[in-house]
């Protein structure tokens, strides 16, 4: 038998390929691994560890639904969220106003296998624990879901009171 010779463009281009899939499967527990992109959003924008005011830990349910589902914040404040899946299915928790969420809702049931990471969005495993920072620079009323196909047609959503300063 022949020893497998490799080359320096076959290391690059395997490289290459795996990075993409290693990004995305630990994106799918809550966990990000590359430098967080600041995108200010309407509901906010990606937060640092060491702006952390505080921890909500939010439970998430076969039975479609978040506790807690309501949640009242001030502008200003960052959140660290821990998402604990208690059920047996995929989750996530993502924030964002009614007509965002709608229409990454509708998307979803269109192309159910979508890939997305964002800081606005954790992913949890059945029996696992995910987490993301927030910052709530803007006041107003927001929104989380589940947009798994199914999960938020069946009610698996919450709202967030962001008070004014």
């Not at 995108?39 to 702006?51: F, L, N, S, V």
């Not at 208690?86 to 159910?112: C, N, S, W, Y």
Request: aromatic fraction near 8%; hydrophobic fraction near 40%; charge should be negative.
């Amino acid at each position: 038998m022949k020893p497998i010779k490799f080359s320096i463009p076959m290391l690059l281009v395997g490289l290459l390929v795996a990075a993409p899939a290693l990004a995305h499967s630990q994106a799918h527990e809550g966990h990000h691994t590359q430098a967080t992109i600041k995108e200010q959003k309407p509901w906010g924008i990606a937060g640092d560890a060491g702006e952390v005011g505080r921890t909500i830990e939010i439970r998430m349910t076969d039975q479609m639904r978040f506790t807690p589902d309501r949640l009242q914040v001030r502008q200003g404040e960052t959140i660290r969220f821990v998402h604990h899946n208690d059920g047996k299915m995929l989750h996530e928790f993502v924030i964002g106003t009614r007509q965002t969420l709608d229409e990454h809702a509708a998307m979803m049931l269109r192309f159910p296998g979508m890939e997305h990471d964002e800081p606005y969005m954790a992913h949890v495993s059945p029996g696992q624990v995910g987490e993301m920072i927030w910052t709530f620079n803007r006041a107003g009323e927001f929104d989380f879901a589940c947009l798994i196909a199914g999960h938020y047609q069946a009610g698996m959503v919450g709202t967030i009171h962001v008070l004014a300063e």
